[in-house]
């Protein structure tokens, strides 16, 4: 069983910062890709940043610039630091991990929510 924690969620201001930490706990063999993904209300579910084992990184246009996603592999875990935020980021940030050897599974964090204010 393996789980994904979220933290670092939060209320902030337009042009504020944030932080979110997603850890991995469990039967964790290699984890591949990782990545961040967000639900504002009444939309869909859309990719924010993903980074590979090797570091490679691709972020959604909406993010370059602004947010830096980054992993330690050591710990099973993956960032998201974000930046200059805006009114539309508030959503539901969600981790992503794709786990396993010679045959994959992709896992889901609870989700956290980011709440950007003017």
């Known amino acids: 069983q393996v789980q994904l924690v979220e933290s670092g969620g939060g209320l902030v201001q337009a042009g504020g910062s944030l932080k979110l930490s997603c850890a991995a706990s469990?039967?964790?063999?290699?984890?591949?890709?990782m990545g961040w993904y967000r639900q504002a209300p009444g939309k869909q579910r859309e990719l924010v940043a993903t980074?590979?084992?090797?570091?490679?990184?691709n972020y959604a246009d909406s993010a370059k610039g602004r947010f830096l996603i980054s992993r330690d592999n050591a710990k099973n875990t993956v960032y998201l630091q974000m930046n200059s935020l805006k009114t539309e980021d508030t959503a539901v940030y969600y981790c992503?991990?794709?786990?396993?050897?010679?045959?994959?599974?992709?896992?889901w964090g609870q989700g956290t929510q980011v709440t950007v204010s003017s």
């Open positions: 469990g039967r964790i063999f290699s984890i591949k890709h």
């Open positions: 992503n991990m794709v786990i396993g050897s010679t045959t994959s599974y992709i896992y």
């Open positions: 980074i590979t084992r090797d570091g490679s990184t």
